[in-house]
T-cell receptor
Framework: DAEITQSPRHKITETGRQVTLACHQT?????MFWYRQDLGHGLRLIHY???????NKGEVSDGYSVSRSNTEDLPLTLESAASSQTSVYFC???????????FGNGTRLTVT | GENVEQHPSTLSVQEGDSAVIKCTYS??????FPWYKQELGKRPQLIID?????GEKKDQRIAVTLNKTAKHFSLHITETQPEDSAVYFC????????????FGSGTQLTVLP
């Protein structure tokens, strides 16, 4: 079965370190998204991609970057981790046109 | 699609009663309205969605209604069960792109046995 996998599931890092969260999907979806989830804020869009070599900033993109070198992967990089980036991060993908989002299991990131 | 308001933020109902969650959107061009359910510690999962050319859609105990004039859509859960306890999110496409969703802030539904 097709799936979307995030790794690691949990990560603790120190302020100022660079961190990369992985997202891999086997749906063959063109659209991929990164959201962060914080209590009281729901799901907020960080970055998204509509295809290989395409990346776009979302609502809360400061301090984050993504790259899309193939269809399956959209890694999220925190250039210099800050305590404000402690959150649960969800990767998602969707197919062509108006279609549902498929979410990964999430990565819980703690920045100390 | 840039602003979607969801109410209430918390909702408690007795098992067997109905629950209604409402979302209001701002972009009259919005044409796709999904609802996601997120159980504690799990990923959000789509439970029902509706397109703008339809006023209501049902799937067993859940239904979504859309009022395009008032720019709001609602999730209805009938005969609630304890396993319905979760956080529910509505979403609205961003302006100009149905592929990008803006989520409401969520409703914590608790079904009391």
């Amino acid at each position: 079965d097709a799936e979307i996998t995030q790794s690691p599931r949990h990560k603790i890092t120190e302020t100022g370190r660079q961190v990369t969260l992985a997202c891999h999907q086997t749906w063959n979806h063109n659209n991929m998204f990164w959201y962060r989830q914080d209590l009281g804020h729901g799901l907020r869009l960080i970055h998204y991609s509509y295809g290989v070599q395409d990346t776009n900033k979302g609502e809360v993109s400061d301090g984050y970057s993504v790259s899309r070198s193939n269809t399956e992967d959209l890694p999220l990089t925190l250039e210099s981790a800050a305590s404000s980036q402690t959150s649960v991060y969800f990767c998602a993908s969707s197919g062509t046109g108006v279609s549902p989002l498929h979410f990964g299991n999430g990565t819980r990131l703690t920045v100390t | 699609g840039e602003n979607v308001e969801q109410h209430p933020s918390t909702l408690s109902v007795q098992e067997g009663d109905s629950a209604v969650i409402k979302c209001t959107y701002s972009d009259s061009a919005s044409n796709y309205f999904p609802w996601y359910k997120q159980e504690l510690g799990k990923r959000p999962q789509l439970i029902i969605d509706i397109r703008s050319n339809v006023g209501e859609k049902k799937d067993q105990r859940i239904a979504v209604t859309l009022n395009k004039t008032a720019k709001h859509f609602s999730l209805h859960i009938t005969e609630t069960q304890p396993e319905d306890s979760a956080v529910y999110f509505c979403a609205d496409p961003a302006s100009g792109s149905a592929r990008q969703l803006t989520f409401g802030s969520g409703t914590q539904l608790t079904v009391l046995p």
